[in-house]
C-alpha cells in the first residue's frame, strides 16, 4: 500500500507544527520549505487539515499556522483514513472507463485487502501526532529550515 502524496505532506504538516513552540506562528510557505514540498501543494493540505480543526490558519500580519490541541492529539490513523477515503486498494469494479473483473463475483481477494488495510489504519490509530515527535524525529525536526523556536 502507498499513501497518497496529501496523506504524506499532512503528516509532515502536523509533525512540523507539533515541534513549534505554542506562541510561533510559521507560514504555510516557511512550513512548506522546512519539509521541503512545493507551497501550493502544502496550502491544499493546509486547508483540508484547518476544516478538519487539526490546524489554526490564520492571515495577514501576526497571522500563521498554529497546531490545536485537537491536532497535537489527533490519532495519526484517523488523519490517514480522513486523506486517503475511503476508496478500496484495488479497483474491482473497473472505474468509469475500464472492465470490471471477471473474477470479481467469487472473488476472496478483495475481502482480503480491505481487511489488511484496516489492520493497517488500526496499527496507526493509538499512535498520535505530539508521539510522532517524540526522540528522535523531533529534533531533527527542529533542524530542517528556517529554525522556529523551540519549546
Do not use: N
Not at 13 to 41: F, K, Q, S
Not at 48 to 67: F, I, K, P, Y
Not at 131 to 146: A, E
Request: with cysteine; net charge neutral; charged share 20%.
Amino acid at each position: 500500500m502507498r499513501l497518497l502524496r496529501s496523506t504524506d505532506l499532512a503528516l509532515r504538516v502536523l509533525m512540523r507544527l507539533a515541534m513549534v513552540a505554542e506562541d510561533a506562528t510559521p507560514t504555510t510557505r516557511e512550513v512548506a520549505e522546512a519539509i521541503a514540498v512545493p507551497y501550493t501543494h502544502t496550502t491544499k493540505v493546509v486547508a483540508e487539515l484547518q476544516r478538519m480543526g487539526l490546524v489554526d490558519a490564520r492571515r495577514g500580519r501576526g497571522g500563521g499556522l498554529s497546531l490545536t490541541a485537537a491536532g497535537r492529539s489527533a490519532s495519526v490513523g484517523a488523519v490517514v483514513r480522513a486523506f486517503e477515503g475511503e476508496g478500496e486498494v484495488v479497483d474491482c469494479e473497473g472505474g468509469a472507463s475500464a472492465t470490471p473483473c471477471p473474477v470479481l463475483p467469487a472473488c476472496r481477494l478483495r475481502g482480503a485487502l480491505r481487511q489488511a488495510q484496516e489492520a493497517f489504519y488500526a496499527s496507526l490509530d493509538p499512535l498520535t501526532v505530539s508521539d510522532m515527535v517524540t526522540t528522535p524525529t523531533g529534533p531533527l525536526l527542529l533542524t530542517l529550515g528556517p529554525p522556529p523556536p523551540r519549546i
